[in-house]
């Protein structure tokens, strides 16, 4: 029969959340909201006051081959070094990725560090002949910011 929301425990609920939005080997991100659905279906088991920067690596028909965590910091920050991105793309011969870390003060508007990055990685993909689709910034509940939504990109 039918359980009650109370009588589902939270490791239940993050498992089911998990199943629900993780995206497997093969699929396709739509859009910004189903990318962003992904990314913090992958980050619900990391720390929320922690920034955690993860990137989607995609192959050439833009399918999903491996969603990895890059780098955890602080409160505020988290150290990204596009070279090691950039590594472990062309380890997977992966031709695009999608990025996005969570702002652990809920807000999603990237920061001017975050443009920075955004631009740098750009750059960098450009001239290997692959592409950085979107960086998102995740908020608080469902919210987030999409770079490539926002033109940015």
């Not at 009650?4 to 498992?15: A, C, F, G, V």
């Not at 950039?86 to 997977?92: E, G, Q, V």
């Amino acid at each position: 029969m039918y359980q009650t929301i109370e009588s589902i425990s939270d490791s239940e609920l993050r498992e089911e959340y998990v199943k629900r939005f993780t995206r497997k080997t093969g699929a396709r991100l739509g859009n910004a909201r189903s990318s962003a659905e992904h990314l913090r279906a992958f980050l619900s088991d990391k720390p929320k006051d922690r920034e955690h920067f993860v990137t989607i690596f995609l192959d050439s028909q833009l399918q999903v081959i491996d969603t990895e965590l890059i780098s955890s910091g602080s409160l505020s920050t988290a150290a990204v070094f596009p070279r090691e991105i950039i590594k472990r793309l062309l380890a997977l011969e992966a031709g695009a990725i999608i990025v996005g870390h969570n702002h652990p003060s809920g807000s999603t508007s990237p920061s001017s560090s975050d443009r920075a990055l955004t631009k740098k990685l750009s750059t960098a993909l450009e001239s290997i002949d692959a592409q950085i689709l979107d960086h998102l910034v995740l908020g608080s509940g469902d919210n987030f910011f999409s770079f490539s939504d926002q033109r940015l990109l």
